[in-house]
């Protein structure tokens, strides 16, 4: 076996994820999915566990020497059900979509009908966009928001499930920036009766502390990635009741994956662990505190918001009204190290490609734990270069702004000293 390190071995891969350390860690991550993974995630996601196979669950195995990683594996799951009060958690799904999958695949047949939100007003492919999975394997239908007032029509959503009588309904959403009624999406499921499944990647950190209802307890299923919010390694979970336990299991293995990530869940075990500690509800006070400070900002300076403000972490903004579209808008700030994604708004007559709107996000901002202070400074940054994207001299300052707060609030200094 070559016992060289990365550097030695492999030196153009270990110069591409230098550079990455140097792009995250100098520059202001504001895509409202993104965040930065602890110190003790990271190990725990590069560790030798990568070699292990373990196909099926802890203490029933296809392979043998499975004694330790059923030990990690056993930590995740029962601090996955603490975190969130669930009664069942799984966390072999290997991404947020794959979660999805594997609930559809467990309790739906190929061409039922599923329903979820529009992926123009803000909801995510994997809830029936006929370019995914989920709207080739099976029918979909969308509900979308009320043109006013931007929000969820739950009327519309209630309508729309009685006349097509889906089998599932998908309540969740990757650019919404308000409160999900989860009990109105029950008792529409309940009505028709139909499953409900919450999809809950984007705000899953809010909800482990109490600062989003739960759809826990509500819900049939409950999934979600366990990164963006809750700040752990790229994956998947399920949450659940026990009754659902045997089907759900099966869905995700042998239904549709084979060996779990072993190395990934010691690291979501890890992430799990963090948010169970005070701090992490701080934290989650501060996103939202920051996403707020952010959103006032931004309007007193005259940029429309999606449905006017925001709830939670992220904020879209609607630049219809402006000479800018959401590609541009993208570019103009990524050129000042301000990182950010075009996304569609609602209604948007422009394609996906270019968009009118653009996602921001507070929870890797807050990880550096910036505060209020910063959320002012960085949405009179954003105006300036929005209103003014090709001057030389404003991109200039706003390069030094970006660059003094990222040398204020450092992050990842630890791989410095390791190098």
Request: charged letters at 25%; glycine letters at 10%.
């Amino acid at each position: 076996m070559d016992e060289r390190g990365l550097q030695q071995l492999d030196p153009e891969v270990y110069g591409a994820i230098r550079s990455e350390i140097g792009r995250e860690r100098d520059s202001l991550v504001m895509i409202a999915s993104e965040n930065y993974a602890s110190r003790a995630v990271i190990e725990a996601q590069a560790n030798v566990m990568t070699n292990k196979y373990a196909e099926g669950y802890p203490g029933v195995r296809y392979y043998g020497g499975c004694d330790y990683v059923d030990e990690v594996e056993r930590l995740a799951v029962d601090r996955a059900r603490k975190l969130f009060g669930a009664k069942y958690a799984n966390v072999q799904p290997h991404s947020g979509s794959q979660a999805n999958m594997a609930v559809y695949l467990s309790f739906l047949k190929p061409g039922d009908l599923i329903m979820g939100m529009d992926l123009r007003h803000g909801g995510h492919l994997s809830h029936g966009s006929p370019v995914n999975f989920s709207g080739t394997v099976f029918n979909s239908i969308s509900y979308g928001l009320d043109p006013k007032t931007q929000r969820i029509d739950y009327d519309q959503v209630r309508d729309l499930a009685k006349k097509r009588k889906p089998r599932i309904i998908i309540a969740g959403a990757s650019a919404y920036p308000r409160l999900i009624d989860f009990h109105r999406f029950k008792e529409i499921a309940q009505e028709i009766g139909c499953y409900l499944m919450a999809d809950i990647a984007h705000i899953a950190g809010l909800v482990a502390v109490g600062l989003h209802p739960t759809p826990v307890g509500v819900a049939d299923f409950v999934t979600s990635t366990t990164h963006k919010t809750l700040r752990g390694p790229r994956g998947g979970i399920i949450l659940s009741e026990k009754k659902y336990e045997n089907k759900l299991d099966k869905g995700v293995f042998p239904g549709i994956q084979g060996g779990p990530l072993m190395h990934i869940i010691a690291a979501k075990a890890v992430a799990f662990g963090e948010a169970l500690s005070p701090g992490f509800l701080d934290y989650q006070k501060q996103v939202v505190t920051n996403a707020g400070v952010l959103a006032g900002e931004l309007m007193g300076s005259g940029f429309d918001l999606v449905s006017g403000g925001t709830d939670n972490h992220l904020i879209l903004i609607d630049l219809t009204r402006r000479k800018i579209t959401g590609q541009e808008a993208e570019t103009a700030l990524g050129r000042v190290g301000v990182v950010v994604n075009k996304n569609s708004i609602p209604f948007d007559k422009k394609g996906p490609k270019v968009t009118s709107g653009l996602r921001l996000g507070t929870p890797a901002l807050t990880t550096r734990e910036m505060k209020e202070k910063e959320m002012r400074i960085i949405a009179g940054l954003i105006k300036r270069v929005l209103e003014d994207p090709n001057n030389e001299s404003v991109l200039m300052d706003a390069r030094e702004v970006v660059s003094d707060l990222c040398q204020t609030f450092p992050i990842y200094q630890y791989l410095d000293k390791e190098r």
